[in-house]
């Protein structure tokens, strides 16, 4: 699959919630969460990075920095792009994994997503190695978003299978 940067992942999604009728909000909150998402799904599926940015886990959860930064002058409003704004080229087999994620993570708000990553145990520990050295980094290791979320499929898999 296509390796893109957590940018192109980002614009994807805001891209993708601007198709629907009406436009479905995404905040810069939100849309941290999907690229976490994303990339955690695709460790798990794949067994690689999407992208290379890292993920921290930061109190309102999982958040790549960089693009909190571009973001954060939107504060807890949706993100606006421009109208018509083209979607960025993706191959097919990473457009229909990213649609996918937005499946499952679109309908919701990011209040319930920062619950469910605060569920998790990727999250969790990466909060909980912070506490035990404070100038540590919060950042959250592929392997535990890897092995989680594959964990996680193999037992939805085997409920349903």
Same mark, same amino acid.
């Given at each position: ?9 980002? #614009?994807? !999604?805001?891209? $993708?919630?601007?198709? +629907?009728?009406?436009?479905? #909000? ?5 849309? =941290? ?11 798990? +599926? /794949?067994?690689?990075?999407? @992208?290379? +940015? ?6 309102? *959860?999982?958040?790549?920095? %960089?693009?909190? $930064? %571009? @973001?954060?002058? @939107? *504060? ?27 499946? /499952?993570? *679109? ?11 605060? =569920? ?6 990466? #909060? +909980?190695?912070?506490? !035990? ?5 919060? %950042?959250?290791?592929? /392997? ?16 349903? *299978?």
């Amino acid at each position: 699959m296509q390796q893109v940067d957590a940018h192109t992942v980002a #614009r994807w !999604f805001l891209w $993708r919630a601007s198709q +629907e009728r009406p436009a479905r #909000r995404v905040s810069n909150a939100k849309l =941290q969460k999907l690229v976490y998402y994303a990339q955690a799904w695709h460790l798990a +599926e /794949v067994g690689d990075v999407l @992208f290379p +940015e890292s993920i921290e886990a930061w109190i309102h *959860g999982p958040v790549v920095p %960089e693009l909190y $930064r %571009e @973001f954060r002058r @939107f *504060g807890d409003h949706p993100i606006v792009i421009a109208e018509g704004a083209p979607m960025p080229l993706l191959n097919g087999d990473l457009q229909a994994y990213l649609e996918e994620v937005w499946d /499952v993570y *679109g309908p919701y708000d990011a209040s319930y997503l920062e619950t469910l990553t605060h =569920q998790e145990s990727p999250w969790q520990l990466a #909060r +909980e190695a912070a506490e !035990f050295d404070p100038s540590g980094s919060l %950042e959250i290791d592929h /392997v535990w978003m890897r092995d989680y979320y594959r964990a996680l499929n193999e037992d939805l898999a085997s409920r349903h *299978g």
